[in-house]
């Protein structure tokens, strides 16, 4: 997208969020899709820089990325705190509906990767009827479990043929950070984005909630309430340590150094587990 030089981040607990709000990160989609600058992006919340904490390999595909943008309250005011007075939050979801509507990407070309059975092909059908311009080319439901070698060729050959501009992976982070840092090399396609729920949210299996509840932060609890059972495990862990963790950093207590990029890091050859569950 553009060089590291020119891509002010805020540091939220090493791993560095693109200091951007929404026009700004959708300038940097349309300048890599007309370069045809290959690269993925990544959506980064409270859920994502604690799986990063956790994993220096999912750090490091953060920090390898063409954009890692806010997705949430949290690493906004993060980031507002360290300077970057314009920085907004930037869903997958939101981002998403953006690139599907403007007429600047009108003539881009999609392809969908994730969903339970059904749900990319009911996806491509809610978004053909509210957008009649858009142009899907494709989707893909991929197993519970790893790719088999013969699915990954099946994949890999399917992209080839379709050329898609951008490949859309709604599957739950980190497995689809893993999946774009390992696959974006072998499929003939410009931009990756991992957009989790995002396919659950246009096909209204998620409720979405009202633009006052998510500028307060409290997203995670409006989807927790819709779905606790499969969530309730992931605030109890991320949230409270984050809180800690990102005070300690903000009091200057701690430091938390942010790795560097290292393209092409990552093998093609290692196996990556992919799920349809949304993150």
């Known amino acids: 997208m553009s060089s590291r030089i020119d891509r002010p981040k805020a540091n939220v607990l090493g791993i560095g969020i693109d200091a951007v709000n929404m026009q700004q990160a959708l300038a940097r989609v349309a300048a890599s899709l007309q370069q045809e600058r290959k690269g993925y992006v990544c959506l980064a919340g409270v859920h994502g820089v604690m799986e990063a904490q956790r994993n220096p390999d999912v750090a490091q595909i953060l920090c390898d990325s063409a954009l ?29 509906l953006e690139i599907f509507s403007r007429e600047e990407f009108r003539n881009v070309t999609h392809f969908f990767y994730g969903g339970k059975p059904g749900i990319a092909e009911e996806l491509r059908d809610s978004l053909r009827t509210r957008f009649p311009h858009t142009r899907i080319v494709g ?41 774009m840092a390992r696959f974006l090399p072998l499929l003939d396609t410009t931009l990756m984005f991992g957009v989790g729920a995002a396919f659950d949210f246009h096909t209204g299996r998620i409720a979405d909630c009202a633009d006052w509840i998510k500028l307060c932060g409290l997203q995670w609890l409006h989807r927790l309430l ?30 938390y150094p942010m790795p560097s990029q290292q393209p092409s890091r990552i093998s093609s050859s290692e196996p990556v587990w992919v799920e349809p569950e949304a993150s």
């Open 68 to 96: 890692t943008a806010p997705d949430g309250m949290p690493t906004v005011w993060v980031g507002r705190h360290q300077g970057h007075s314009h920085m907004e939050r930037v869903t997958g979801p939101d981002l998403m």
């Open 139 to 179: 989707t893909y439901t991929p197993p519970f479990g790893p790719l088999s070698p013969a699915q990954e060729q099946d994949l890999i050959a399917a992209v080839a043929r379709l050329q898609p501009d951008i490949i859309w992976v709604g599957i739950s982070t980190p497995r689809q950070e893993r999946f």
């Open 226 to 255: 819709q779905d606790p059972r499969h969530l309730w495990r992931r605030y109890l862990r991320n949230n409270p340590a984050f809180l800690f963790a990102i005070l300690l950093q903000l009091a200057r207590i701690r430091a």
